[in-house]
């Protein structure tokens, strides 16, 4: 299972990179997420998969059992970086937008000169 | 629609001890804005709701810069929480912590929002 | 000390801001305040030669041990009495020399603060200290060099100064660097009186000398000195004779106690030496510029001074001494009447210069003496050098006796060369143009005093014994001070014979010296000057090259770069490790085999595999929120309830956004042709097995529970709350939380900022 996810993150991060290398925006864009999401997985699994249970603590409970839950570290790290992709990408996707109505082009690699901008 | 704010308001409040959370909260509501907005238009969401989204996102991070800040009145670090004992119902304990949440739903709304706002303006 | 640097420093500042309006007045305290400079250092002399070192140190920042630290002995008193002395010379002749010139002020300037680097780096102690000072001289020089900036050769010139000195910097700078390390000591106070036996670390060595080398136009880095002729005179005659190019001796000088017994030491010195002597002197015969054969005979001065200090023993090094300050005296001298000459006449060209003397007396006056000097004969100071250098050479070996005779060879040369000047120059043609009148006071009284002071110093030079040895003795390690026996006379003795025979050999040469122009012209020197432009072109042609491969300007190729070379780092660290062979597939202790896995697992699978094969926006789009809502539903059999939400949500906003967008381009929007899709595949398809491989090798560890057990138990009692991600997000880690807040923020300013642009489209 694990090992199953860890060669799903894998290919998510052929898939992205295989996008973002596509001079299209369209691909472009859709590579960017894809590899958000292979990151936030690499730092989940990264993080180990450990525990079945929730992090959730009761102030009551004298012993907590700690071994069964997940680790939190990741957890809180993946929170953060999947809002900042939420940014990324819709910066991404409106500068991408924006560059098609400048240059009227949605081809990469026609954006050489600087200068035609 | 005040169906998802205030299903937002619950989970931003809820959220110091069971999921849900500021992010969550505010995302909650964005979304409701969001399709209210591809309904009827930028306008009259605007209208309706009387959002300023720049003034919402500064708000919140004031608010939240307040809550860091605050401790230092307070002989403590910067960022260090500050817990009252005051309880209220739904809300929870009031403390820096929660300030801090709230700063952050109000600026990740406003955010979204001003995102949205623009690209759908446009 | 440090109050002298200050002085000159803000000296400099004063030049820059001031000039302008009260050009005479500045220029004169100017050159005052720097003869002051002298007057407090000549006050160090009686400690010095009591045999006292004087450290002063000025606390900068003490926990790197980077102190501003000064180290005043023999050595470094005589050259800061040098430079001082002759900084005061020089901006006294440079306030009439540089009289209408529109950028004057940056041209003292730049001189001042070349004085207070040249001052700095004789004084400091420590090695970072001396090595800054050591790059102030290299800037300020090629500042100078190219002052003329109207003309492209000056500007080359100083180009090239600047490469040739700031290359030997570098070297210096790790040199400098390993000889501290070595000793554990950037103090040379502490590293000359440590025990610490650098001798026979050939890479410290080597690389000090290739920037002293460098410095000190030293074959084969000598081409710059003549083409940095091209500086005005007062900068040829401080920077390029007297001081800055001494820098290097000064500091083969002072490292000569702890390398002196190494034999690639010596025996570099005196290859390099030897050579540049020789070239230095061919040369010199060649040129008809006036400046230009001055600094060929400083390369060849500087060599025989390097060769000298080569051989190591007491004579070589006092007899070297001595002649560094002839030889500082009479070309500064001869620089100055150069200038004056061609400020006149507006020629240097030796062939073209009419009888000077009977226009330009004084200059005429100074200009002779100094040729006297440097021919070496009586009562000047360089008589006295000749002899001692002469007495040292011809009691010591087979070595000895060669360089010797290369270095008779080369003083008849001079004298040849002194003769050529003084006789052709100044006393032989009649031809008297009318114009032509002498300089005034301020710029023939500093010439006419360097001059003088070479014949006070010979006539007087027993006064100074004292003064001598004890810079002498700051070069050996040798603890006892040997005398030195400075008296003009010494009888008929070896010495004197070689003198006579040299004199006799100049003057034949002079006579026949349009044979032996002939003969050197013949004899193809390499040119050096060449080979620096070629290796330079070369520099250049291979920067293009790898730009235009690096940055194309495709930016699909940018990211193939980029991403290429990740993936060979990581393979290479991967393998490295040898990672690879710890995996262990240990299906059986998979503990998370259960059914809802599964079903989000494949789902993702699906919606990537759609996605790339799919070529409609819309379903793009739409197999893209598919994998989204997978990795969320994951998230979610994983216990992360927090992420899961959040994913989920997010998926949608992004979804709506990009929906937006996309319903606003044109609906004829097509993919652009992809060509060599199995490079872009290969890449990739590498780059994902790396990562699957890196994250199946980090799976193999138990991670370390330290920090999830810290969270998970201070959760309540110090977060007050249950959920502990989010206890972490707000409390825990809040400040994490509120750069995340500030990021978000600024996209959406930044999203506005790029919607609100006007379609105007120059406004980029």
């Known amino acids: 299972m694990i090992i199953g996810i860890s060669v799903l993150t894998g290919f998510l991060f052929a898939a992205g990179l295989y996008l973002l290398l596509h001079k299209s925006f369209m691909k472009l864009i859709a590579g960017v997420i894809m590899f958000g999401n292979a990151c936030n997985l690499f730092l989940l699994i990264a993080g180990g998969l450990v525990g079945s249970q929730p992090v959730f603590v009761s102030g009551n409970d004298e012993a907590l059992p700690i071994d069964n839950m997940a680790d939190p570290v990741p957890q809180a790290f993946i929170l953060t970086a999947i809002v900042i992709s939420l940014g990324v990408q819709a910066f991404v996707i409106v500068l991408l937008k924006r560059v098609y109505q400048t240059s009227n082009t949605n081809d990469l690699d026609t954006l050489t000169n600087t200068d035609d901008v | 629609m005040p169906i998802f704010l205030a299903y937002s308001l619950y989970l931003l409040f809820r959220g110091h001890n069971n999921p849900g959370g500021g992010f969550i909260g505010a995302l909650v509501l964005s979304i409701g804005l969001v399709f209210h907005m591809i309904a009827f238009g930028v306008p009259a969401t605007r209208r309706i709701y009387k959002i300023n989204t720049m003034v919402l996102t500064s708000v919140g991070l004031l608010i939240s810069s307040l809550a860091a800040v605050s401790s230092l009145f307070f002989e403590g670090v910067f960022f260090e929480a500050i817990w009252t004992d005051i309880h209220i119902v739904g809300l929870g304990t009031l403390s820096s912590v929660l300030m801090f949440d709230v700063g952050v739903y109000l600026a990740v709304t406003g955010s979204i929002l001003k995102i949205a706002f623009s690209i759908f303006n446009e | ?764």
């Open chain 3, 1 to 764: 000390m440090a109050s002298v640097l200050l002085v000159i420093f803000l000296l400099s500042f004063l030049f820059l801001f001031l000039y302008k309006y009260i050009p005479n007045i500045l220029g004169f305290s100017g050159a005052f305040v720097v003869l002051g400079i002298f007057l407090y250092f000549t006050g160090y002399i009686q400690p010095i030669i009591r045999g006292e070192k004087i450290i002063e140190e000025t606390v900068w920042v003490p926990t790197l041990g980077m102190n501003i630290r000064f180290y005043l002995d023999g050595l470094s008193l005589f050259f800061a009495l040098l430079v001082s002395l002759f900084g005061s010379f020089i901006l006294l002749y440079a306030i009439g020399y540089m009289r209408g010139h529109d950028k004057a002020n940056r041209f003292f300037c730049y001189l001042t603060i070349f004085m207070g680097s040249m001052i700095g780096l004789v004084l400091s102690d420590h090695l970072v200290l001396l090595y800054v000072f050591w790059e102030i001289t290299s800037i300020s020089s090629y500042f100078l060099i190219s002052y003329n900036n109207h003309s492209k050769k000056a500007r080359k010139a100083g180009m090239q100064a600047l490469l040739t000195t700031s290359f030997g910097g570098l070297a210096l700078f790790a040199g400098l660097l390993l000889m501290a390390h070595n000793c554990q000591s950037f103090h040379l106070s502490t590293i000359l009186q440590s025990e610490h036996n650098l001798a026979g670390s050939g890479t410290i060595i080597s690389l000090i000398l290739i920037g002293c080398f460098t410095k000190s136009a030293q074959f084969p880095f000598h081409f710059w000195l003549p083409n940095a002729m091209e500086a005005p005179s007062p900068v040829s005659a401080y920077l390029h004779s007297a001081t800055m190019v001494k820098a290097g001796i000064f500091l083969i000088m002072r490292l000569n106690p702890i390398f002196g017994d190494d034999s690639l030491w010596q025996s570099s010195l005196l290859a390099i030496g030897t050579i540049s002597m020789l070239i230095g002197m061919f040369k010199a015969t060649k040129l008809y510029d006036m400046k230009g054969v001055l600094a060929s005979i400083t390369i060849s001065t500087l060599g025989a001074l390097i060769a000298m200090i080569g051989f190591g023993y007491e004579r070589a090094l006092q007899g070297a001494v001595i002649y560094l300050l002839v030889h500082a005296l009479y070309k500064a001298a001869l620089f100055l009447a150069a200038g004056n000459i061609d400020k006149q006449a507006k020629t240097r060209d030796l062939r073209k210069l009419p009888a000077v003397f009977r226009a330009m007396p004084y200059t005429g006056l100074a200009a002779l003496l100094a040729c006297l000097a440097l021919a070496g004969l009586p009562p000047f100071l360089g008589y006295i050098a000749k002899e001692i250098l002469y007495e040292a050479l011809s009691e010591n070996g087979w070595q000895a006796g060669l360089f010797l005779a290369a270095f008779i060879l080369t003083n008849a040369m001079y004298f040849m060369l002194a003769l050529k000047l003084s006789w052709g120059l100044f006393l032989g043609h009649s031809v008297l143009p009318n114009k032509i009148h002498d300089v005034g006071f301020v710029m023939w009284f500093p010439a006419m005093l360097l001059a003088l002071i070479g014949i006070i110093l010979g006539l007087g030079a027993a006064y100074f014994e004292p003064f001598f040895v004890s810079v002498v003795s700051a070069l050996t390690k040798r603890s006892d001070r040997v005398e030195i026996d400075l008296s003009l006379w010494h009888g008929i003795n070896i010495s004197f014979i070689l003198t006579v025979i040299t004199w006799l050999a100049g003057f034949l040469l002079y006579v026949k010296r349009d044979r032996l122009v002939l003969a050197i012209n013949k004899l193809k020197l390499l040119s050096f000057d060449r080979g620096y432009r070629s290796i330079l072109a070369y520099i250049r042609s291979a920067a293009l090259f790898l730009t235009r491969f690096l940055q194309s300007g495709f930016l699909t190729r940018y990211l193939k770069v980029i991403f290429g070379m990740l993936i060979v780092l990581l393979a290479w660290t991967y393998i490295e490790g040898g990672l690879f062979s710890e995996i262990r597939l240990d299906l059986e202790g998979d503990s998370f085999s259960n059914i809802y896995g599964f079903f989000p697992l494949l789902l993702i699978f699906i919606g990537t595999v759609f996605v790339l094969k799919s070529s409609s926006r819309l379903r793009i789009l739409v197999c893209l929120s598919l994998v989204g809502y997978g990795i969320a539903l994951l998230y979610a059999v994983y216990n992360a309830p927090d992420v899961s939400m959040t994913q989920f949500l997010v998926e949608t906003i992004t979804l709506v956004i990009f929906a937006i967008v996309l319903n606003r381009l044109p609906k004829s929007l097509r993919f652009p042709l992809e060509a060599r899709k199995i490079l872009i595949a290969g890449i990739s398809a590498t780059f994902g097995i790396i990562m699957a491989l890196v994250l199946l090798s980090l799976l193999q560890y138990e991670p370390n529970p330290a920090m999830k057990d810290f969270y998970i138990q201070q959760s309540f009692p110090k977060g007050h709350g249950e959920n502990v991600v989010n206890v972490m997000l707000v409390d825990f880690r809040a400040f994490d939380t509120f750069g995340e807040m500030a990021v978000l923020s600024m996209t959406a300013l930044g999203v506005v900022a790029l919607i609100n642009l006007t379609s105007g489209e120059d406004r980029f």
